[in-house]
């Protein structure tokens, strides 16, 4: 998909003309399309492939026992099939998401109960599984030292003096989500507007996504191409803007509209698992958009990120 660019940290932590080249394409491939293919990340690629592995023993586990960790969207712990659909973002009725997921977040507590119940949950962990944790974590850990890297980046492909997101970032909310897929003989055939994941951006700031290739894959929208497969390389990650920096570029960087494809007939034991870490800010954090001539519209009212984000994830929640 050539409206993807594709981008070397490696060549940014030069700096230099190497760096400012980096820079610029981060600024264009954002404007085409919200989405970018990241190379140097650092990222050690045993780690996700680990974590993969560990997911796929939790999935393949006896709905019966997952149900011990059931939560609804927004939670810590699995989310069962049939509890998400993520075209409801968009105002559209679609079944449900063909999906489960396990998830996890931020549990750094603030001593705010309401804000703890709603941003710091305490994070589950299945007995079944006991490597899940270790390894889970450290991969958050990564997930968002790398995350902080991507918006240094991106205040610097604006050019702007300072990188705001250092202060709106000291105790962000995050949620990983390993979403696992399964095959068209398991789920049957898809319902009429029926995806994995139906068509939606993202709600924060930073998407990371380590994902595997399928024939029912990732699919990226832009103006200039609709619905393309995103690309796809192994030693790359997969990175897309949420609304929340796309509301704080003034609209000059689209927020990445992606949907992941149903089970293909022509590949009914496709089986995948995805690795998706969101990033968002301190729940409290004031964003406020920039004005033109950065900003592409006229500049609107600070937004708190806690509430941004609620009136999504409702949105997508089933029951």
Same mark, same amino acid.
């Given at each position: 998909?050539?409206?993807?660019?594709?981008?070397?940290?490696?060549?940014?932590?030069?700096?230099?003309?190497?760096?400012?080249?980096?820079?610029?394409?981060?600024?264009?491939?954002?404007?085409?399309?919200?989405?970018?293919?990241?190379?140097?990340?650092?990222?050690?690629?045993?780690?996700?492939?680990?974590?993969?592995?560990?997911?796929?023993?939790?999935?393949?586990?006896?709905?019966?026992?997952?149900?011990?960790?059931? &939560? /609804? #969207?927004?939670? +810590?712990?699995?989310?069962?099939? %049939?509890?998400?659909?993520?075209?409801? $973002? *968009? @105002?559209?009725?679609?079944?449900?998401?063909?999906?489960?997921?396990?998830?996890?977040?931020?549990?750094?507590?603030?001593?705010?109960?309401?804000?703890?119940?709603?941003?710091?949950?305490?994070?589950?962990?299945?007995?079944?599984?006991?490597?899940?944790?270790?390894?889970?974590?450290?991969?958050?850990?990564?997930?968002?030292?790398?995350?902080?890297?991507?918006?240094?980046?991106?205040?610097?492909?604006?050019?702007?003096?300072?990188?705001?997101?250092?202060?709106?970032?000291?105790?962000?909310?995050?949620?990983?989500?390993?979403?696992?897929?399964?095959?068209?003989?398991?789920?049957?055939?898809?319902?009429?507007?029926?995806?994995?994941?139906?068509?939606?951006?993202?709600?924060?700031? &930073? /998407? #990371?996504?380590? +994902?595997?290739?399928?024939?029912? %894959?990732?699919?990226?929208?832009?103006? $200039? *191409? @609709?619905?393309?497969?995103?690309?796809?390389?192994?030693?790359?990650?997969?990175?897309?803007?949420?609304?929340?920096?796309?509301?704080?570029?003034?609209?000059?960087?689209?927020?990445?509209?992606?949907?992941?494809?149903?089970?293909?007939?022509?590949?009914?034991?496709?089986?995948?698992?995805?690795?998706?870490?969101?990033?968002?800010?301190?729940?409290?954090?004031?964003?406020?958009?920039?004005?033109?001539?950065?900003?592409?519209?006229?500049?609107?009212?600070?937004?708190?990120?806690?509430?941004?984000?609620?009136?999504?994830?409702?949105?997508?929640?089933?029951?």
């Amino acid at each position: 998909m050539s409206g993807i660019a594709s981008v070397d940290l490696a060549s940014w932590r030069a700096g230099g003309d190497a760096a400012r080249a980096v820079e610029h394409e981060v600024d264009e491939g954002l404007r085409r399309a919200g989405f970018l293919l990241v190379h140097g990340h650092g990222i050690d690629p045993a780690l996700p492939g680990a974590v993969r592995a560990a997911a796929r023993r939790f999935f393949a586990l006896p709905d019966e026992v997952k149900q011990r960790y059931a &939560v /609804t #969207v927004g939670g +810590r712990g699995w989310i069962g099939p %049939g509890r998400e659909a993520n075209g409801y $973002a *968009e @105002g559209t009725e679609t079944p449900p998401d063909l999906k489960e997921t396990f998830a996890v977040g931020a549990d750094t507590a603030t001593g705010d109960p309401a804000v703890d119940r709603m941003w710091f949950l305490p994070n589950v962990w299945p007995a079944e599984v006991v490597e899940l944790r270790a390894l889970l974590t450290e991969y958050t850990a990564a997930m968002r030292t790398l995350s902080d890297e991507l918006l240094a980046l991106f205040a610097a492909a604006l050019t702007l003096p300072a990188n705001p997101f250092a202060d709106l970032a000291a105790l962000p909310t995050w949620t990983c989500n390993i979403n696992h897929y399964p095959p068209l003989t398991d789920v049957g055939a898809p319902e009429p507007g029926q995806f994995r994941i139906g068509p939606h951006t993202d709600f924060g700031t &930073v /998407t #990371v996504l380590d +994902r595997e290739p399928g024939a029912g %894959g990732l699919q990226v929208y832009t103006e $200039a *191409e @609709g619905w393309a497969d995103a690309p796809y390389d192994p030693a790359a990650l997969t990175v897309n803007i949420g609304d929340l920096l796309a509301y704080w570029s003034g609209a000059r960087w689209p927020s990445g509209r992606h949907r992941v494809l149903p089970p293909q007939p022509d590949a009914p034991e496709e089986d995948l698992v995805s690795l998706i870490y969101f990033y968002e800010l301190d729940h409290d954090a004031v964003v406020t958009p920039l004005a033109p001539p950065i900003g592409l519209v006229e500049q609107g009212p600070p937004v708190v990120s806690a509430d941004f984000l609620r009136i999504r994830l409702d949105a997508i929640t089933i029951g």
